[in-house]
């Protein structure tokens, strides 16, 4: 292998380029299971290219797929440089494209065959001594499900998951993690069979996502937010995860999901438990889980007859959206005609805190609405309307402050101002910050840094068991009460809108709205 193509090379040729604060993450195999897959090919392996462009990836990584697709090393090679392709604009580009193809390696075959763990072993020892891995490796699962599990269980069996001396073996879990409460806890308990707690890895690709990170430093690195972030002067939350595209070829595995188990139990849940924290007492990675974990275990579980006030389901019709027409949810491809699958979800939830006691925090999430947007609003209290009594002013807004997380990542804070003239009229406004125009922007898939922590040993951004369950706890009773009740009514809303009319009922029943988002 010519030096240069080496990731070796790439390290140290741009030596001086090298953040203190961001070490290089390294040395270890990067052991893909489903390395055919899409999520690989669209995620892995672009993050793992924007990480050695920037100086991220250090001496001895080694990409290793696991799959059963039929390739040799030289196969898996000429593929992942395809997928690179795309990346390869800048010489940069090129040379770190290279150095990931020119040493990865493929083992083909099925992961319920023992042998295809004895070849992995192998292949691990060879770039233990080739590339100088060190004997660390991070197991990826970008599986189906089914088989997170097995494959666990496998590495046990033939000494992969072992850890020695100054060797590390962690397990990065993708969602879905379990279907449902008990599932998740079977799972947990199935992977703890053969890892430590230290050793699995726990994914939610939303805190890859830099405005998520944000909130940890937005809030407690600044002293004007934490003092007025309370239910002394937040009338409410509104997190919004809308989705423009449809089910698109996922079908199969939405119909068996829906909107909720998809989104809430993680990614919404995720979001509002960064929103509702206490200060952690610093930023290590046991001290942040444990305040977000806290704030899982304080939501209140909704009872039966409150899940038929408080959660509200839909499915989206066919019509014409934004892009054209579209398919009705129950003619998408593998689903049924007949489909109770719920592609929309809102409910309200009551964080029984000090700090949250009756701020209610409102979720949505659903797929073929209005625009694609992913947004935290925190709602201030109104103020008093005596002062305005004698003004053509009949109505105060409430300030907001909208924490953006995609597109056009950001932050932006509305407020009241008045409309120049002779009289007092009062108009919204909004000062806003914008990443891209604060900071410029870097490629990224939003996997890059959960990556570079994986490799690195920081688990800060990772779930444990106890926070999975804890997100499973919440939803559970949702689950349990729709099933018993079967949707009527479906479809109920049309592409391109903002969801059922229920939704708005729901905010509206409170005497609130959704907040306007901007189409
Ligand atoms: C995934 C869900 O976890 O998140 C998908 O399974 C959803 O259904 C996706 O489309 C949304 O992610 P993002 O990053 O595009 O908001």
Redo the contacts with the bound molecule.
């Keep these: 292998m010519p030096a240069e193509d080496s990731l070796v090379a790439i390290s140290s040729s741009q030596e001086g380029l090298v953040n203190p604060y961001a070490p290089p993450a390294g040395p270890a195999a990067i052991v893909i299971f489903g390395a055919a897959g899409d999520l690989t090919r669209r995620k892995l392996i672009p993050a793992l290219h924007n990480l050695g462009t920037a100086n991220l990836l250090g001496e001895g990584i080694a990409i290793v797929g696991v799959g059963r697709a039929d390739l040799d090393d030289g196969a898996f090679r000429e593929q992942l440089s395809g997928a690179l392709k795309p990346f390869s604009a800048g010489p940069d580009d090129v040379r770190v494209a290279r150095g990931l193809a020119a040493n990865a390696r493929f083992v083909s075959g099925t992961f319920e065959d023992r042998r295809t763990f004895e070849r992995l072993a192998q292949v691990l020892a060879r770039v233990e001594k080739e590339d100088g891995t060190g004997g660390n490796a991070l197991f990826y699962l970008a599986t189906a499900p089914e088989y997170f599990a097995p494959i666990v269980k496998a590495l046990g069996a033939t000494g992969l998951a072992g850890e020695a001396e100054g060797r590390w073996r962690r397990v990065v879990v993708e ?1 879905p993690f379990g279907c449902d409460l008990e599932s998740a806890r079977r799972l947990n308990r199935d992977l703890l069979e053969t890892l430590k707690e230290r050793q699995i890895w726990r994914i939610d ?2 805190l890859g ?1 830099e405005t998520v990170q944000n909130l940890l430093v937005f809030r407690f690195g600044n002293g004007m937010f934490e003092p007025i972030w309370n239910r002394r002067y937040i009338d409410n939350v509104q997190i919004t ?1 809308a ?1 423009s ?1 449809g089910v698109e070829t ?1 079908g199969g595995y ?1 119909e068996g999901a829906g909107a909720l188990r ?2 809430v139990p ?2 919404l849940l995720q979001l509002l438990s960064l929103v509702a924290m206490e200060p952690p007492t610093s930023f290590e990675a046991e001290s942040v889980r444990e305040e977000k974990s806290k704030v899982l275990r304080a939501i209140q579980p909704l009872s039966p007859e409150r899940v038929l006030t408080q959660a509200v389901r839909g499915q989206y019709g066919a019509g014409l959206s934004r892009d054209g027409p579209s398919l009705a949810y129950r003619s998408e491809e593998r689903v049924s005609r007949t489909s109770a699958t719920e592609t929309y979800v809102a409910v309200k939830l009551a964080v029984e805190s000090w700090r949250w006691a009756d701020v209610p925090f409102y979720l949505r999430t659903g ?1 073929r609405l209005a625009r694609r947007v ?1 947004e935290i609003a925190i709602q201030f209290r109104r103020p008093p309307l005596r002062l305005f009594r004698d003004t053509p002013v009949e109505h105060l807004s409430r300030n907001a402050l909208v924490i953006r997380v ?1 597109p056009e990542e950001g932050i932006a804070l509305r407020f009241g101002a008045k409309i120049p003239g002779p009289t007092v009229r009062v108009g919204n406004v909004a000062m806003e910050f914008r990443y891209e125009e604060a900071f410029g922007t870097r490629p990224s898939t ?1 996997y890059e840094t959960l990556l570079y922590d994986a490799i690195r040993g920081d688990a800060t951004l990772f779930q444990r068991a106890d926070m999975i369950e804890a997100g499973w706890s919440v939803v559970q009773p949702i689950l349990d009460a729709w099933k018993e009740q079967p949707p009527s009514g479906f479809p109920n809303y049309a592409p391109g809108s903002w969801g059922p009319k229920e939704a708005q009922e729901l905010l509206e029943r409170d005497g609130r709205r959704w907040r306007r988002i901007e189409e």
């Design positions: 969602k690709h939303y996502k995860v989705e595209i996922r939405y998809d989104m993680n990614h797929k992913s995609q939003g």
